[in-house]
């Protein structure tokens, strides 16, 4: 028999609280078991590999490993620019990003949200992207260069830059859409009690923003302090993060025992500010009333206004655009598409296909990898759905966005000493760089997917329940059907990160099937114009399937598909 909504609606009057409740945890456990699964074997168990690789000596542990690496001098020089660095590109991002956040939520104007999109585009980006067009602007032969003379390239500048640069819209996104469901009359009461603006905005709004703003910087800081693609290539030999070092470590040096223990550092670095953050986002969940973000957006009036709405116009112009519009006129070089046309050649030297088949092979692991993606953390999601959670599924929240923090060199490395024997004997399969590509896109999903599946009447899920429904058939006819635009955004986004992923694809994607982030970096790597004008022209295609995506994202994006 048909499930009709009427059925279902009244059969949840009548669903019975303590049998819901059972059957319930029955069903998130079981759903739990495949995401756990999954990230016990293509996760932990790559990653405890090669941590256990690099402290085992002769057999016996060396936990005194880790206090021989921290003595060295040169490993403390890079744990304090890590973590120096993160922090102040957190608060540059901050200082840009939040009076664009402002904008985005108060003010209404035509174009808002092709401007939006804009914005966003350098978040899905690539970081090996990031980095060539801040190369492309400010390194040598860049735009500056040619301009006046000046290269930021090998400076902290650049890296700062190209922080703020990818991080604008985590801020925007973040803080602008609380910012916008924020009732303004609270802050025009305090107005009319002779509080002034400035005091208004410190007393009132700052607070209620607080969890926002926290949220936001903790998730900069998260990214920056585990940087690789953009430090790899501004940063040339000058500068290096734990990351960089763990890449450096592992496949330059061969010291599995040090790129051990920065792993183990970063690890720990990593947990805290994951626990810091879920603690924030429960505190913004949990202690806010909001309103209808439509109402609260207008016209900006006054000189002041249109001065702030100027400004953030005149950022995002110099910031996002112009790096972007740069490496377009880099690619296309004195002989229009000449590098593009050299795409299509083979060189004998660092490829043994023509570069162009990068393209190909990108699309090819990111569709798979996005299907993994979005059958898991649709799992995983659907399991977190209920609030009264415990700590073990609160902790398995957490373990969900690990894979964003920990080394990706790590896992990639991980990948080629672990999975290298039966039963799970992958190292020649071409599945394995979609496995680790779907790590990065899990969290994606599930962050989109969790608040949509939180806003469905629980109820209805019970009266299903009480009807006979299996737990699948709940799923398809309950839930399915009011997320299903969150899951086509899920999907996008895990497709935009998954073409992009670098840190462990490097380790594992085959010569003769390279992605692009691969073959971008194989290109900056070697000298020449020719060499240099390819790796342009391979980001910029790469710059415009990811901005294709976004595209489609915005188009399908409601207002409770997550924060991106």
């Not at 985590?170 to 009319?192: F, H, K, S």
């Not at 004998?348 to 692991?365: D, K």
């Amino acid at each position: 028999m048909d499930l009709t909504r009427t059925e279902v609606t009244r059969a949840g009057k009548q669903a019975g609280k303590p049998a819901g409740t059972v059957r319930g945890s029955a069903a998130r456990l079981g759903l739990m078991a495949v995401p756990v699964a999954f990230f016990a074997v293509f996760f932990a168990y790559p990653v405890a590999a090669i941590v256990a690789r690099g402290l085992e000596v002769d057999g016996v542990w060396r936990l005194g490993r880790i206090g021989d690496v921290l003595a060295q001098s040169d490993v403390r020089h890079v744990l304090w620019f890590t973590t120096w660095q993160a922090l102040a590109s957190t608060a540059l991002t901050l200082l840009v990003a939040l009076p664009g956040a402002y904008v985005f939520a108060r003010f209404d104007f035509p174009g808002k949200q092709v401007l939006r999109a804009v914005v966003t585009v350098p978040f899905v980006l690539p970081t090996v992207v990031v980095g060539t067009a801040f190369l492309a602007l400010v390194g040598r032969g860049g735009l500056l260069d040619e301009l006046w003379g000046v290269r930021l390239d090998t400076t902290v500048w650049a890296i700062l830059l190209a922080h703020v640069f990818f991080n604008y819209a985590v801020v925007v996104r973040t803080v602008g859409g609380l910012w916008a469901q924020l009732d303004p009359r609270q802050e025009e009461a305090a107005r009319m009690l002779g509080a002034s603006r400035l005091r208004a905005w410190r007393q009132v709004t700052l607070p209620a923003l607080a969890p926002a703003v926290a949220a936001a910087a903790l998730m900069v800081f998260l990214f920056t302090f585990t940087s690789f693609g953009v430090v790899q290539i501004l940063g040339g030999p000058t500068f290096s993060t734990l990351e960089v070092e763990i890449y450096r470590q592992t496949s330059q040096v061969f010291d599995l025992s040090t790129a051990a223990v920065l792993t183990l550092i970063q690890f720990a670095a990593v947990a805290a500010v994951l626990a810091v953050h879920a603690w924030t986002v429960r505190r913004r969940e949990s202690a806010l009333r909001l309103v209808d973000a439509a109402t609260t957006a207008r016209r900006p009036r006054g000189a002041g206004q249109w001065t702030l709405f100027a400004g953030v116009l005149g950022t995002v112009a110099v910031l996002l655009v112009l790096p972007l519009a740069v490496l377009v006129q880099r690619s296309l070089g004195a002989s229009g598409f000449g590098y593009y046309r050299a795409l299509t050649r083979e060189d004998g030297g660092a490829f043994l296909v023509p570069p162009i088949e990068a393209i190909g092979n990108s699309l090819q692991y990111a569709v798979a990898a996005t299907a993994i993606a979005v059958v898991i953390g649709a799992l995983a999601a659907t399991a977190l759905t209920r609030r009264d959670a415990g700590r073990f599924v609160r902790g398995f929240d957490a373990l969900l966005m690990l894979p964003l923090g920990v080394s990706a060199v790590t896992v990639g490395f991980g990948f080629l000493i672990a999975l290298d024997e039966p039963p799970l004997d992958l190292r020649s399969s071409w599945i394995l760089v979609p496995l680790a590509q779907a790590l990065v896109g899990v969290p994606f999903v599930v962050r989109t997917m969790l608040p949509v599946l939180r806003a469905v009447d629980g109820r209805l899920r019970e009266a299903a329940a009480v009807l006979g429904a299996s737990p699948w058939r709940v799923w398809r006819e309950v839930d399915l059907p009011m997320v299903r635009r969150a899951l086509l955004v899920a999907a996008g986004f895990a497709f935009a990160v998954s073409l992009g992923e670098f840190g462990a694809t490097v380790f594992i994607a085959r010569p003769d099937n390279p992605t692009l982030p691969v073959a971008v970096a194989r290109l900056l790597g070697r000298p020449g114009d020719m060499n240099y004008g390819q790796a342009m022209a391979l980001s910029t295609i790469l710059m415009l399937v990811c901005a294709v995506a976004l595209v489609v994202l915005e188009r399908l994006r409601t207002d409770r598909s997550g924060e991106f």
